[in-house]
């Protein structure tokens, strides 16, 4: 049996408007846009992840995952822990933040090493308070609440050219 995108239960916490705390906020909108980015890619075997089907762009939904791996590595680990780790994804084809190397044969990893680094993101910012600041590679100080932010934007963005590629992929809207 040929390995699919598994699908994907909805765990984030959002609350009603007002009724959570600014972290449990920020956490549970970042956690749905990871959970969105998934069920876009939900049911599709590893050559419909990796079909670039919106003509002429490059991207996929399998590039989306391998970029959003790269994305919070950059900024949960590599920037605000300080820590000296390499990228997620990293070989002779792929230099563009995971975009680049896209081999449907490694869809199953690729997912995989996709919820590794969001594990391993939660647990790097754990205990860690919004207010807290770190100077960014640029020299810029920022915050973890920055980040945040930053995430879920960058999330957003990422989101609507998934709902665009697996539209073009099978006809599927929504998630």
């Known amino acids: 049996m040929t390995w699919t995108a598994p699908p994907v239960e909805r765990t984030a916490q959002l609350g009603s408007p007002g009724t959570l705390d600014e972290r449990h906020m920020l956490e ?7 959970e969105t980015l998934l069920a ?3 049911g599709l075997d590893p050559e419909r992840l990796a079909r670039t089907a919106v ?9 989306l995952v391998r970029h959003m791996a790269e994305v919070e590595r950059w900024w949960f680990r590599r920037q605000f822990r300080g820590e000296g780790i390499g990228d997620v994804h990293a070989g002779p084809s792929d230099g563009n933040e995971g975009f680049d190397g896209v081999d449907p044969a490694n869809a199953e990893r690729d997912f995989g090493l996709f919820r590794a680094e969001v594990a391993a993101c939660e647990a790097a910012v754990a205990g860690h308070g919004l207010d807290e600041v770190f100077a960014s590679t640029g020299g810029r100080p920022l915050s973890l609440r920055w980040v945040y932010l930053l995430m879920i ?19 599927v809207t929504g998630d």
Do not use: F, M, V
Not at 28 to 34: K, Q
Not at 155 to 170: K, Q
């Open 28 to 34: 549970g909108w970042l956690t749905r846009h990871r």
């Open 153 to 171: 934007q960058e999330y957003a963005r990422h989101n609507g050219h998934a709902d665009l590629l697996r539209e073009r992929t099978d006809g």
């Open 55 to 63: 003509e002429p762009s490059g991207l996929s939904l399998l590039g």
């Open 40 to 42: 876009k890619c939900a």
